[in-house]
């Protein structure tokens, strides 16, 4: 087991807490002890960055010196905003070494630790999407997706800005469709995959909001896709939880399940539906576990 410091952040720690707990499940099945980080706060997201940059460092670097005080080189998240916001403040202070005297010293004024500016930050899909670990994530999903046809959704803070995301082609991704093809799912293309979902400005422009989360739901849909996989639980609240008003204000159904990217690879390597709380989605899941209970049933035929 490859121990690693793993920050939720607050999204997937409340209002999301069942991507927090799928990931936590799927961790071992990984080869991963989990690190939990529990005396940290928010990130910021970009509210804090755009009102104080400054005191938006000193958030993130509190985070960063907590992992490198659990004993781990690495911090593990599961969330586009967090990614963004930790991998820019760990190059910030692991390339300035005054700022990160005067950060420290602010820190250590706080009653916090201090960080030494070695701390590498990843995402899940990056640690699952490429090598060895993408073999690995094949041998252990036996509970295929049997040719599901699966939406990848990366959004838009996982991939920008380049020269600090820097896992892949902003332009042309592909971790997310090889994740899905590892677990037996079809990849679906589609434009608007890259697009931001209108999260971030969702209650200040409700209508422009709604119209960017439209796009990539109804350009899926058209694809043919059954479901949708998203890297970011900001993502999957605005995907899930603000389909229903998207569909009021359009009069007419979409209906497309999201799947957080852990509780994706965590059915595939079989976890039961219960254990990765599908229940808490708005979106129902019925119909797209339906389809894989009958693929996997020896009475249809079907079986694996």
Same mark, same amino acid.
């Given at each position: 087991?490859?121990?690693?410091?793993?920050?939720?952040?607050?999204? *997937?720690?409340?209002?999301?807490?069942?991507?927090? *707990?799928?990931?936590?499940?799927?961790?071992?099945?990984?080869?991963?002890?989990? !690190?939990?980080?529990?005396?940290?706060?928010?990130?910021?997201?970009?509210? !804090?960055?755009?009102?104080?940059?400054?005191?938006?460092?000193?958030?993130?670097? &509190?985070?960063? *010196?907590?992992?490198?005080?659990?004993?781990?080189?690495?911090?593990?998240?599961?969330?586009?905003?967090?990614?963004?916001?930790?991998?820019?403040?760990?190059?910030?202070?692991?390339?300035?070494?005054?700022?990160?005297? &005067?950060?420290?010293?602010?820190?250590?004024?706080?009653?916090?630790?201090?960080?030494?500016?070695?701390?590498?930050?990843?995402?899940?899909?990056?640690?699952?999407?490429?090598?060895?670990?993408?073999?690995?994530? *094949?041998? !252990?999903?036996?509970?295929?997706?049997?040719?599901?046809?699966?939406?990848?959704?990366?959004?838009?803070?996982?991939?920008?800005?380049?020269?600090?995301?820097?896992?892949?082609?902003?332009?042309?991704?592909?971790?997310?469709?090889?994740? !899905?093809?590892?677990?037996?799912?079809?990849?679906?293309?589609?434009?608007?995959?890259?697009?931001?979902?209108?999260?971030?400005?969702?209650?200040?422009?409700?209508?422009?909001?709604?119209?960017?989360?439209? &796009?990539?739901?109804?350009?899926?849909?058209?694809?043919?896709?059954?479901?949708?996989?998203?890297?970011?639980?900001?993502?999957?609240?605005?995907?899930?939880?603000?389909?229903?008003?998207?569909? &009021?204000?359009?009069?007419?159904?979409?209906?497309?399940?999201?799947?957080?990217?852990?509780?994706?690879?965590?059915?595939?390597?079989?976890?039961?539906?219960?254990?990765?709380?599908?229940?808490?989605?708005?979106?129902?899941?019925?119909?797209?576990?339906?389809?894989?209970?009958?693929?996997?049933?020896?009475?249809?035929?079907?079986?694996?």
């Amino acid at each position: 087991m490859t121990r690693i410091a793993y920050y939720k952040g607050c999204v *997937a720690g409340l209002s999301a807490r069942e991507l927090d *707990a799928s990931t936590k499940l799927l961790a071992p099945k990984l080869g991963l002890e989990l !690190i939990d980080l529990e005396s940290v706060t928010c990130c910021g997201a970009g509210d !804090i960055q755009m009102a104080d940059p400054d005191y938006a460092l000193h958030l993130n670097a &509190r985070i960063l *010196a907590e992992a490198e005080h659990a004993g781990s080189d690495t911090l593990l998240t599961i969330c586009n905003v967090c990614t963004l916001n930790l991998r820019q403040a760990a190059w910030q202070l692991g390339n300035d070494e005054k700022l990160r005297s &005067r950060v420290n010293e602010n820190l250590e004024r706080s009653g916090a630790r201090p960080y030494s500016g070695k701390v590498e930050v990843t995402h899940l899909l990056w640690l699952l999407a490429r090598g060895e670990a993408l073999e690995r994530l *094949a041998e !252990i999903a036996f509970k295929k997706l049997d040719g599901l046809r699966v939406a990848p959704y990366y959004g838009c803070q996982l991939l920008r800005p380049s020269n600090l995301m820097g896992f892949e082609d902003a332009d042309r991704p592909t971790s997310l469709e090889s994740v !899905i093809e590892a677990c037996g799912g079809e990849p679906v293309d589609y434009p608007a995959k890259t697009r931001c979902c209108g999260f971030p400005i969702l209650l200040a422009r409700e209508q422009t909001s709604m119209a960017e989360l439209a &796009r990539p739901l109804e350009q899926a849909l058209e694809a043919g896709a059954e479901a949708m996989v998203t890297s970011c639980p900001l993502c999957h609240l605005s995907l899930d939880a603000w389909q229903k008003s998207l569909e &009021r204000t359009e009069g007419r159904k979409l209906g497309l399940p999201i799947f957080h990217l852990s509780q994706l690879v965590a059915l595939a390597a079989g976890l039961e539906p219960s254990q990765l709380q599908f229940s808490r989605h708005v979106v129902s899941l019925g119909p797209v576990l339906s389809k894989l209970e009958r693929v996997d049933d020896p009475s249809t035929g079907c079986d694996r």
